[in-house]
């Protein structure tokens, strides 16, 4: 079912400008978004005009009847400002990090390494184990939970530093995903994991460290490239929906 929704002089003339300026269509469906219009609406409207634009028709005037309009859920704007520090009427108080929409990031992780280690246990019949009396149980869950707890921290730490960053918060991903592998990589080399090991194969890890190394800038640079391609074809503000 359809429903026929108008719209003032001022959001056509705003949605033909930017289009006229170059502006991706979903560029100027989340800025409506973000001054309270509704998604199916937004994105309807949008699409209107641009399907006029295709077929070389005359642009929607005063209304655009929009099918299928279902209200979507809508999370509650935050009170605070985005970042580390909050801002009260008579200090600024800095938290240590901060997570508006808790979801569980990391259950597909968990899930595939579960079920591959249960597998394992199967295939090497090492059920038995976790119920040995000689086994080490309370050590090896003592220091899995520390290992997990420090792998997690590096994506804490990551949310933490990034508004710190300021306009270079583009590389901060692909510095962390490089520095793990490097780190990792270097410590191993200390640690004497790849005594005896061919010298062919010692080049080979050298080799992917310092393709990784340079991946990263690339990444890094190209991040930069984007960010200024999309500031010179951000959309104006849009009008706030009434």
């Known amino acids: 079912m359809g429903v026929l929704v108008n719209f003032s002089p001022e959001i056509r003339d705003w949605i033909l400008h930017n289009l006229d300026r170059g502006c991706a269509g979903a ?27 295709r077929e070389g028709a005359a642009p929607p005037q005063e209304a655009v009847m929009i099918e ?9 704007a935050s009170r605070l400002a985005p970042g580390t520090v909050i801002h009260t009427a008579d200090r600024e108080i800095a938290v240590f990090a901060r997570l508006e929409r808790p979801v569980i990031a990391l259950l597909g992780g968990f899930t595939v390494n579960f079920l591959w280690c249960l597998f394992l246990n199967a295939k090497n019949k090492t059920f038995g184990d976790y119920v040995k009396k000689d086994s080490p149980i309370l050590a090896n869950i003592f220091f899995g939970a520390v290992a997990g707890a420090i792998w997690t921290c590096q994506f804490i730490a990551f949310k933490t530093g990034e ?36 010298t062919r194969t010692r080049s080979l890890l050298f080799t992917g460290l310092f393709v990784l190394l340079g991946s990263a800038v690339i990444a890094g640079y190209s991040g930069k490239l984007g960010q200024a391609a999309a500031a010179s074809k951000a959309p104006v503000e849009a009008p706030a929906a009434k």
Do not use: C
Not at 35 to 53: C, K, S, T
Not at 68 to 76: H, K, N, P, Q, T
């Open 163 to 198: 508004p710190q960053m300021g306009k270079q918060g583009y590389v901060g991903w692909a510095v962390l995903m490089a520095s793990s592998i490097m780190f990792s990589g270097a410590l191993g080399v200390m640690l004497g994991e790849w005594k005896g090991t061919s």
């Open 27 to 53: 560029d100027l469906v989340e800025s409506m978004i973000s001054h309270n219009f509704e998604p199916a609406i937004a994105r309807g409207l949008v699409d209107a005009f641009m399907r006029a634009r």
């Open 68 to 76: 299928d309009v279902v209200a979507e859920y809508r999370y509650e």
